[in-house]
């Protein structure tokens, strides 16, 4: 399983990046997508999730602002947020969550909000 995140960087508070993942190695389009991001020092947390079936759920914190979406023919997900806050900075991932029982992490993308 390999999961390529990017689009990270540096924004203002108040605005937006679109963030990609690339997955392989496994049958993408019939399984759930999440985003999960991690601050420092703190634990990873979930952000949203998009089923097979395109059904999406958001952490409430992400609720609103975030919007992840799925293209099943490139093996993309990808995670557009918009009114960014300094809260949000972290490091983002992208995985198949519990895939055979274990949950897979790529390197993750950077997201930094500046006040």
């Known amino acids: 399983v390999q999961l390529q995140a990017s689009g990270g960087g540096l924004v203002q508070a108040g605005g937006s990046l679109r963030l990609s993942c690339k997955a392989s190695g496994f049958m993408f389009s019939i399984n759930t997508m999440s985003w999960y991001r991690q601050a420092l020092g703190q634990q990873r947390e979930l952000v949203a999730t998009?089923?097979?079936?395109?059904?999406?759920s958001y952490a409430n914190s992400t609720k609103g602002r975030f919007t992840i979406s799925r293209d099943n023919t490139r093996r993309m997900v990808y995670l557009q947020m918009n009114s960014l806050k300094p809260e949000d900075t972290a490091v983002y991932y992208c995985?198949?969550?519990?895939?055979?029982?274990?949950?897979?992490w790529g390197q993750g993308t950077l997201v930094t909000v500046s006040s």
């Open positions: 995985t198949p969550p519990n895939l055979r029982g274990t949950f897979y």
């Open positions: 998009i089923t097979s079936a395109g059904t999406t």
